[in-house]
């Protein structure tokens, strides 16, 4: 199923100052300043890999338009946030607790749908961490004026 939808502005990235903070960040035993680099990400997100990211997720997802409306009434779209794991080496995410009241807010989704709309956010954050992996962070050169190893 495609979604046909305007493309959003990408979230702005403003995740906790700990990347400790996230269940799934082994962190090092001495901390040296801010690792995360979410100013270099966001700045890449706005240079197209968000665009990317959310074609390449809307031809495939299956949320219909009054679930994604829901969605981005909510702001959860701008609540997903990415970050560079430094431990692993990649760019990680997370995706936001879908509230349960999204049900009483609107009649056309219900209880069960909740699950599929918190499934669907992973599915565009993985697919955001991805291109922004594959695409656009280019480890072994200098070309965005920074090192990401």
């Known amino acids: 199923m495609t979604l046909d939808i305007e493309i959003p502005e990408p979230p702005t990235l403003r995740g906790p100052e700990d990347p400790g903070d996230y269940d ?3 962190e090092p035993e001495e ?3 801010d690792d995360t680099r979410r ?3 966001a700045g890449l997100l706005e240079a197209g890999a968000w665009e990317d990211a959310f074609d390449e997720w809307a031809d495939d997802t299956y949320l219909n338009e009054g679930e994604f409306r829901a969605v981005r009434e909510r702001g959860l779209l701008d609540e997903l946030d990415f970050y560079w794991n430094r431990a692993a080496g990649d760019v990680g995410y997370r995706v936001p607790p879908i509230p349960a009241d999204l049900t009483d807010a609107r009649e056309d989704i219900d209880a069960h749908d909740i699950d599929d709309i918190e ?3 992973d599915d565009l954050a993985r697919t955001v961490s991805e291109v922004l992996e594959s ?5 072994g050169s200098e070309e965005f004026g920074y090192d990401w190893e």
């Open 24 to 26: 799934a960040v082994e």
């Open 135 to 139: 695409d656009y962070i280019h480890r």
């Open 31 to 33: 901390r040296t300043g």
């Open 39 to 41: 100013d270099e990400l």
């Open 119 to 121: 499934e669907a956010l």
